[in-house]
């Protein structure tokens, strides 16, 4: 992941619970509860959201982890008192997860972004950036599977625009009867649109994500006096 990456403020974590045995068993994936499990492609969001705002995001446009973990609380309880749900099976638990790269050299760049996530209650996957093949999504799908064949997926959340490694192994999950939503931004996330079986969820659409609104322009919403929309990168790129 690259400097400019977003990063959550670093809030200061509440004492540790009691049962705090209970949520390391739940991220060493010892607790038997069936999860909702939420993986966030760090990289590819990082991407969607510098493409939406033409570079690096001020403080007002970094994604703030905490809010999406409350909506995440939401989302698990909803599950978890579903009308599917037998009373054997009504333990459900939240998972997240953030899986990124790091640059050789920015470590400590890096760090107060993952200590902020984890002091959240995310955990966090991190792998060096050693080439371009060097991304996280088979770390992802591998996650997803020890998951979906171990504990058991209640629902699945996956934060990311790449239809090309996701869509069908979500359509897979799909198959099992577990309800799958994406998160990404809708300039970015067709596939996931377009696919029935899939919820998307803007990322934006999330209650506080953002402090202010993106400055989203879309081919579908243009001032009657028409928008300039800038190069995603520049021309210059082409050399490389």
Same mark, same amino acid.
């Given at each position: 992941?690259?400097?400019?990456?977003?990063? !959550?403020?670093? #809030?200061?974590? /509440?004492?540790?619970?009691?049962?705090?045995?209970?949520?390391? +068993?739940? #991220?060493?994936?010892?607790?038997?509860?069936?999860?909702?499990?939420?993986?966030?492609?760090?990289?590819?969001?990082?991407?969607?959201?510098?493409?939406?705002?033409?570079?690096?995001?001020?403080?007002?446009?970094? /994604? *703030?982890? $905490?809010?999406?973990?409350?909506?995440?609380?939401?989302?698990?309880?909803?599950?978890?008192?579903? !009308?599917?749900?037998?009373?054997?099976?009504?333990?459900?638990?939240?998972?997240?997860?953030?899986?990124?790269? #790091?640059? /050789?050299g920015s470590a400590?760049?890096?760090?107060?972004?993952? $200590?902020?996530?984890?002091?959240?209650?995310?955990?966090?996957?991190?792998? !060096?950036?050693?080439?371009?093949?060097?991304?996280?999504?088979?770390?992802?799908?591998?996650?997803?599977?020890?998951?979906?064949?171990?504990?058991?997926?209640?629902?699945?959340?996956?934060a990311s625009a790449?239809?090309?490694?996701? *869509? +069908?192994?979500?359509?897979?999950?799909?198959?099992?009867? #577990?309800?799958?939503?994406?998160?990404?931004?809708? +300039?970015?996330?067709?596939?996931?649109?377009?696919?029935?079986?899939?919820?998307?969820?803007?990322?934006?659409?999330?209650?506080?994500?953002?402090?202010?609104?993106?400055?989203?322009?879309?081919?579908?919403?243009?001032? $009657? $006096?028409?928008?300039?929309?800038?190069?995603?990168? !520049?021309?210059?790129?082409?050399?490389?």
């Amino acid at each position: 992941m690259s400097d400019d990456s977003p990063k !959550p403020e670093i #809030i200061t974590p /509440p004492p540790a619970p009691a049962g705090g045995k209970g949520f390391s +068993e739940t #991220i060493a994936g010892q607790s038997a509860a069936s999860r909702v499990l939420l993986v966030w492609d760090a990289p590819n969001m990082d991407m969607g959201l510098g493409a939406i705002l033409g570079g690096r995001p001020t403080a007002a446009y970094r /994604p *703030r982890f $905490d809010a999406l973990g409350r909506w995440l609380l939401q989302r698990t309880a909803e599950i978890s008192a579903g !009308p599917l749900r037998s009373e054997a099976s009504r333990r459900v638990e939240p998972e997240a997860t953030v899986f990124t790269n #790091i640059v /050789p050299g920015s470590a400590d760049v890096v760090r107060p972004w993952v $200590d902020a996530l984890r002091n959240v209650g995310y955990a966090v996957f991190a792998k !060096p950036k050693l080439s371009d093949d060097s991304d996280v999504d088979d770390d992802m799908l591998d996650h997803i599977e020890l998951r979906r064949h171990t504990v058991g997926l209640a629902g699945l959340i996956v934060a990311s625009a790449d239809g090309q490694a996701f *869509r +069908e192994p979500l359509l897979d999950v799909v198959s099992d009867g #577990i309800p799958v939503t994406v998160i990404g931004f809708r +300039e970015h996330a067709s596939w996931a649109l377009t696919t029935e079986e899939l919820e998307f969820v803007d990322l934006e659409d999330i209650p506080a994500v953002f402090r202010e609104p993106l400055p989203r322009i879309g081919l579908d919403s243009l001032p $009657d $006096d028409g928008a300039w929309l800038t190069p995603f990168r !520049p021309l210059q790129a082409l050399l490389h």
